[in-house]
């Protein structure tokens, strides 16, 4: 090769690196911001399922990356001393091999999902001693409605929760179908109209969470995320005081506001909420996807 046709090549390899390495390197804000990086009880059940399910699929996809290579290099054109001999008799080992441990993993597998699903059941409550707080998530476009029925308040994109305290959301959708994710706290659950679906969770550390739907809903849905904020216990009545204090209620003229298509650039608190709301819009929604 010629010094110049060399010198273009380790130009041409430079600029590879240097256009890949951001993009390699930008996947690590997932291992941060995902179920790896665990912050509540069913994040970290849902992290160690993970976990035994990715030793089992390298246990079965291990022999079969490291044998097919050696078999191909093996039976190669110029290796002439072993010659491919398809006409193989019987054999017990052979078949023990490849049908025994297909079995027990199917057979293990089912056992672990089984108690797995069952034990990560959304709706399933947190065992704890304390009360559960009960939030009720409305999915709009492009925007989450969180209320707290039981202090009367609500927020918009932003869900205040204290740490240790086992969450149950009550969701519907305003809208179209919609899918929240708390990926560091819990799974994947739909939200849709005229329906009211659940989720329980919380949080065993403080900190701030990003929510977001997973659902495509139009040409907002990559701005529909929010902030799950876990205080302590003081720090939550402290918010709770702010925001029944200093927000301004929901009336009718802020309700509709919401309901429009539209992004919101900050999070909105509500000192008060008409009763009933959650039901009134679940309602309302099945009445709308109806005409």
């Known amino acids: 090769m010629a010094i110049g046709e060399r010198r273009d090549s380790i130009r041409a390899a430079a600029l590879l690196a240097a256009v890949a390495l951001p993009v390699l390197l930008g996947g690590c804000s997932a291992l941060q911001l995902g179920v790896v990086n665990h912050a509540g009880p069913v994040a970290a059940a849902e992290w160690h399922v993970y976990l035994i399910l990715a030793v089992v699929l390298i246990f079965v996809a291990g022999p079969v990356l490291l044998l097919v290579p050696l078999v191909a ?35 293990g597998l ?13 709706y399933r409550p947190l065992a704890s001693n304390q009360p559960p707080l009960e939030v009720q998530a409305v999915a709009l476009d492009w925007k989450w409605l969180f209320i707290y029925p039981q202090e009367g308040v609500a927020s918009v994109n932003r869900l205040v929760i204290p740490v240790g305290r086992p969450v149950h959301l009550s969701l519907t959708s305003g809208t179209v179908m919609q899918s929240l994710l708390i990926p560091r706290l819990a799974g994947q659950i739909y939200a849709m109209a005229g329906m009211r679906t659940q989720l329980n969770f919380a949080a065993s550390q403080a900190g701030v969470f990003r929510g977001e739907n997973t ?15 876990a205080t302590d216990a003081a720090g939550y009545a402290r918010w709770l005081g702010h925001v029944r204090g200093d927000a301004i209620p929901m009336d009718t003229p802020a309700l509709a506001r919401l309901t429009r298509q539209s992004i919101e650039p900050m999070p ?6 008409p009763p009933g709301l959650f039901r009134t819009m679940m309602i309302a929604s099945t009445q709308e996807t109806a005409r």
């Open 73 to 107: 290099w093996h039976y190669r054109i110029s290796n002439k001393s072993d010659a491919y001999r398809p006409n193989w008799g019987f054999s017990w080992p052979l078949e023990i091999l490849v049908w025994v441990p297909p079995i027990g993993i199917v057979i």
């Open 215 to 229: 659902q495509y809903n139009g040409k907002g849905f990559q701005d529909q995320k929010f902030d799950v904020i």
């Open 110 to 122: 089912s056992f672990l999902l089984w108690n797995a699903t069952h034990r990560l059941d959304p």
């Open 268 to 273: 909105l608190v509500f000192s008060h909420v």
